[in-house]
């Protein structure tokens, strides 16, 4: 089991940025995925759920109307789309797939003016 998350960096509050997870090893459009983040100082806590078919998702209340979850089964990639970005968004956001006990690397996320 493999993911690979992608599309981190440094951006404005206010700005967006898409990140996305390539995941392989393991039949994806089976799996539900996760999205979960460590911000500096504290451990990491999910904050976006989808289930296998991409029909039903849920959120953090914190990110909740500013992040959306999807995924693309036929490309094995799992997506979130980040909007008006706030500083307290900072930190390492992760792909997790918890069954299979498989985490990606992660992507550093820094919303800083």
């Known amino acids: 089991v493999h993911l690979v998350e992608s599309g981190g960096g440094l951006v404005q509050p206010g700005g967006s940025l898409r990140l996305s997870c390539a995941a392989s090893?393991?039949?994806?459009?089976?799996?539900?995925m996760t999205w979960a983040r460590q911000t500096p100082g504290n451990g990491i806590r999910q904050i976006s759920w989808?289930?296998?078919?991409?029909?039903?998702?849920n959120y953090l209340d914190s990110v909740k109307g500013r992040f959306t979850i999807s995924r693309d089964n036929a490309r094995n990639t799992l997506y979130l789309q980040m909007d008006n970005l706030k500083p307290e968004d900072t930190g390492v956001y992760y792909c997790?797939?918890?069954?299979?006990?498989?985490r990606g690397q992660g992507t550093q996320v820094i919303v800083s003016s």
């Open positions: 989808i289930n296998s078919e991409g029909n039903s998702e």
């Open positions: 090893g393991f039949t994806f459009s089976d799996y539900e």
């Open positions: 997790v797939q918890y069954k299979l006990s498989a």
